[in-house]
């Protein structure tokens, strides 16, 4: 980590904690909304002269592991997301908490006024919907790809289940809304995806960690048998694993995350958010299994982080969707296999 | 709580060249090699390999120039013992040598000593084994009974090593013997020495494993002489020597790779025609080995900068042997529309060596619960 980085991390891990405590708070959209915008955390990609930190995806990806590691209930990593997708689209930034979805059935036209265009399709699921400003997403028009920005009070409700952890996940139909810029974009629902997944991965690496180690300090103070549960050599053995599990997601994180600093990083996104999915179901098992019945009552937290993950292996991507994303990259893959493709992807990030 | 550092590696400038290099080597020298052999990975022994790779340069890289390496980084290293893995090359006879003991001579002897050893080493000439389990200490690695007593100019040793990898095929073993007896401080009092294996009172018989390969073996030790200077490092440091050699051997990334050969002929029999479910397979199988390169990358990358990164490295052992394990279970499991079921391809023979193979890899190196269980103490948790 850079010293900027280390900066970077002790200034969000602290804020984010404090933020969210005592832990269950709801948070608030205007007043907590501000105590993050005024250290600027949301502009972690906006250029120094604008007031932001000129930060890269390594450098976002503390604010998201740090977002995870606190359950902080704020769409800060889907603004950061959101934000870095217009300004490399150079489109203008609406204020205010933004995030980012793909659609479906979705149309764009031209206005019939000749200004602009107008947008029709439905957004399911929206992370934090009803309370963002704005959204980007994708759309297809005359067989380009263009990437949106719509004012979120033009989306018509048609309801949408919170997720698992409670996070607003809202449906919102569009039909014929004045969109708010728009910029053509090769592939741009891909580069949405792939992004926001990378952004999951992140916050799951951290809601990993917190759950180990809510897991280890519970085992420590709890005794039976006239001992610490610590003691025990079955209960060593599976916090190990669980441990294991956060290694490889926070270092598949990082990794995804530094790639995705070198440009075309499809691969190493595909490869890190399936096996940051693929580890929710036995690391939130080992964690409630230490825990006993305090760990499932809605006063301990510990079900603020599994029940993230639970949401989240879901969100931009579950295990079926990358498992056959990046099967196919690798099954498409002729000269040398794939190893010789593993090897040039690292090796293009070679210290210059 | 313990933090664990996998902070991602960036390869030093020159790598793509040197991979080149050793793959366009090994095209040629693998060409006529069997799939099957090509499996056995860093099991796969051929003297002849060992020194045709010696004359390359790209054994005992890391070693000083004066003693026959070429003062390579360690990055470079892993380059090239990764590029050696993938390919499924034949690299068992040095491979013991080139990864610890090598280093452990560079560290801890006298020059003379290294002047002996060391040369013939990175020549690809004299390999090495190790002798730390015996009969009745496999886990509980302190428990050892073979023993040294001090004479004049020397030490005589008594006692027996089991599971010796290459033990019959090696000319030099570094064992760890007690040299007092065991008292309360049971990691005090055990020393490394450097053993001729072809001294007087040694005798070695090899073991065939399960599937009748001789890999491994036994050997005992009747009054075995060896001179002073064959004391490796200091009397009685012997634990905490052995535990710096442990970090070298549990890091690399045969630790991950000791399957990959099927994978690799799984691909070669697929197009991209290919069914869901193998489709999936195959992603599933490719985000668990691309994680763990990343982090035993991690790893290459701090023991380069001089950090050990030990509790990191066994997390990597321990996921890699699962990983290895795992692999040829869900390519069985796979077998079908896309799959092939011929009996007779070279798929289907890989397959059942690693099905047959696999067990053993959570087991040497130190097992799957030794490796938890320090895992756990790094936890707190002991
Ligand atoms: C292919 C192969 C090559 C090898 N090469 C070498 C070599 O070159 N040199 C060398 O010195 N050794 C070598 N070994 C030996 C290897 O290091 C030992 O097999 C290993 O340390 C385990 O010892 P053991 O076999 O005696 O099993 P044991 O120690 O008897 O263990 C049996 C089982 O009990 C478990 N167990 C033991 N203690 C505990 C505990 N405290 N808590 C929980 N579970 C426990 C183990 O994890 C294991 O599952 C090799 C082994 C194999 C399979």
Redesign the pocket.
Known sequence: MTQQQQLLEETVSGLFAEMVAPMGRELDIDSDWKTLTQLGIHNIFVSEEEGGFAGSWQDARIVFYHAGRNALALPICETIVAKKLLLDAKIKIPSGPLTLATAVDSRLEPCADGDGYAFSGSLKAVAWGRISSAIVTACQHDDNDYLLVLSSADGVSSGGRANEAGEPRDNLDFNGAKVLAVSQLDDAEKELWGKAALMRTAQMSGALDAALEMSVAHVKGREQFGRPLAKF?AIQQQLAMLAEECAAVNCAAQAAALAEDFGNSRFEIAAAKLRANRSVGSSTSIAHQVHGAIGVTGEYNLHRFTQRLWAWRSEFGNDRFWAEDLGRQVLAVKDGGLWAHMTALSDKHAEQ | MQNFNFKPLKMPPDVANLRRAVRSFLDAELAEMKAVDKAQSWAGYSADFSRKLAVKGWVGMTWPKALGGSEASALHRYVVIEELLAAGAPVAAHWIADRQSGTLLVRYASEAVQQRFVPAMARGEMFF?????EPNS???LASIKTKAHRVDGGWVINGS?L???NAHRSQIMIALVRTTPQGKARHAGLSQFIIDLSSDGVKINSIADHLGAR??GEIFFDNVFVSDDMLLGAEGDGWSQVNSELALERSGPERYLSSYRLFAELLESLDDECDDATTQTVGEITADLWTLRQMSMSIAGQLAEGSEPSLEASMVKDLGACFEQNLPHSVQAGIGASIPSDRDSDLSETLSYLLMASP?FS????????LR?IIARGLGLK
């Not at chain 2, 084994?129 to 389990?133: F, N």
């Not at chain 2, 087991?363 to 030794?370: C, D, F, N, S, W």
Request: hydrophobic content about 30%; glycine content about 20%; some cysteine.
């Open positions: 050599q | 084994c190790i002798g730390m389990s496999g886990s509980d090593k599971w010796t990898t890999h491994f053993a087991l040497r190196g130190g097992t799957r619960e030794i269980g």
